[in-house]
């Protein structure tokens, strides 16, 4: 049997985002900056994408930008705010996506910019006295802050956050690639700078996402040579990616609630599953419905001889998860995210993410198998 439980690291494309795209594939194949019949249908497929998505997130066509990955799109959205905003300071958390992290502090080694990280719950939670404190003192700062943590699935309130952002004149970036297609979000209701969408994280093809960009900011591209997507990212178009992320886009938003509700349920068996089975279990990060993206369960498991090699074990009887640790031995390997929320370091850890194909026949052969590891 095979069991793929590796949803939050990318997703099965569903089989209308795969017709969608090999539709085009066959009827356009144009160049979409060409001028001729077939590069102005490739551009209108594009077009009509853009449109769409924007339709999805209440926002303005123009205000998405179509990248190679959610990574370039956090990319862009700090170098630019540092390029061309006249943002000198950033605030983020030590459990960022290393898209962020890793990307502030370049810039702050190159004397760009000063971080600052805000202090964090035992949930991984940003704490938002801390981040009002932290905007006081640096008022037009970026603050850059992820909506669901792609390791432990504890959720920020964006929504809050964006209101303390324009409290104190700063800005406001958001890494959602765990997020969008998977919760319904109104781009005029939660009011942000940036926001960083992977079309993989949600039935779509990989190798493309989407910067969405306010309006109102003036940017420069940090990739040259070309005037495509309004000038703001150089490079031939992705026609059949950019098709398959808004159509991905466009199934994932039909019924979300009811997606949500029978994605939730799995993961609540999942989880009353593996206490009743394994003692000693702890679970990482917020688990309630409320506190915590759907789709992930962090599972913290007792010491065991096993530890060392759990993965690969999992792997042998067919099924597919992320690891993660806070120490730096043994195959699991380590994570800065548990680092950051103190995890145990002689405790394994296990991502499980769920989606909509998720069964549970497949849950309970992965409990058994975990019961057998952890008698």
Request: proline share 3%; hydrophobic share 35%; glycine share 8%.
């Given at each position: ?5 590796d949803?939050?690291a990318?997703t ?5 985002v795969?017709d ?6 066959h009827?356009?194949?144009?160049n979409a ?10 551009k ?6 853009r ?7 209440n ?5 998405i ?6 990574t370039e799109a956090d ?6 705010a540092v ?6 300071h950033i605030i ?11 990307t ?7 004397k760009?910019i ?6 964090l719950?035992?949930?991984?939670r940003?704490?938002?006295a ?11 700062s970026?603050i850059?802050?992820?909506h669901?943590?792609n390791?432990?699935g ?5 929504t809050?956050i964006?209101k303390?952002a324009?409290?104190?004149?700063c800005y406001f970036?958001t890494?959602?690639?765990q997020?969008i297609?998977h919760y319904s ?6 009011d ?5 969408c992977?079309a993989?994280?949600?039935h779509?093809?990989k ?7 306010s309006?109102s ?7 040259t040579?070309?005037?495509q997507?309004?000038s703001?990212?150089a490079g031939?178009?992705?026609v059949?990616?950019i098709v398959g992320?808004?159509?991905?886009l ?5 019924n979300i ?13 999942f989880?009353?599953?593996l206490?009743?089975e394994?003692?000693?279990i702890r679970f990482?990060?917020?688990?309630s419905?409320?506190g915590?993206l759907?789709?992930?369960l962090?599972?913290s ?8 090699t759990l993965l690969?074990?999992?792997d ?6 992320s690891?993660?640790?806070a ?6 390997g380590?994570?800065h995210?548990l680092?950051g929320?103190g995890?145990?370091t ?5 991502r499980?993410?769920f ?11 992965a409990?058994g198998?975990?019961k057998?590891?952890y008698?």
């Open positions: 049997m095979h069991v793929y439980l949803n939050a990318t099965p494309m569903d089989v209308q795969i969608k795209m090999t539709e085009v594939m009827d356009c194949y144009g900056s060409a001028i001729h019949g077939q590069g102005r249908k490739a209108a497929e594009v077009e009509m994408a449109k769409e998505i924007a339709k999805v997130l926002c303005n066509g123009p205000e930008v179509f990248t190679g990955s959610g990319n862009m959205a700090l170098r630019c390029n061309d905003l006249d943002v000198t983020t958390s030590k459990i960022e996506h290393k898209a962020v992290l890793e502030a502090q370049e810039l702050e080694a190159k760009a000063t971080i600052s990280y805000v202090k719950d035992q949930m991984g940003a704490d938002l801390d981040l009002e404190r932290l905007a006081e003192e640096k008022p037009r970026l850059s802050l992820m669901a943590n390791e432990i504890t959720l920020n309130d964006i809050a964006s303390i324009r409290a104190h004149g970036h890494d959602t690639v997020t297609g979000i109104d781009l005029k209701v939660t942000v700078d940036f926001l960083a992977s993989h994280k949600f779509g093809p190798g493309v996402g989407f910067l969405y960009k309006k900011l003036r940017i420069r591209p940090i990739m040579g070309g005037g997507e309004g703001l990212r031939t178009e992705n059949t990616g992320l808004a159509k991905a466009e199934v994932a938003s039909r609630e009811v997606k949500i509700n029978a994605v939730q349920r799995n993961k609540t068996y989880k009353e599953q206490e009743k394994i003692d000693g990482n990060g917020d688990t419905e409320q915590s759907y789709t992930i962090n599972v498991l007792p010491p065991n001889d096993n530890a060392s690969f074990q999992l042998m009887n067919g099924i597919y998860v690891g993660g640790s120490c730096n031995s043994g195959a699991i380590s994570s995210v680092e929320i995890h145990p002689n405790r394994s850890a296990v499980f993410s989606s909509k194909f998720t069964t549970r026949k497949e849950l309970d052969y409990v198998k975990l057998e590891l008698p």
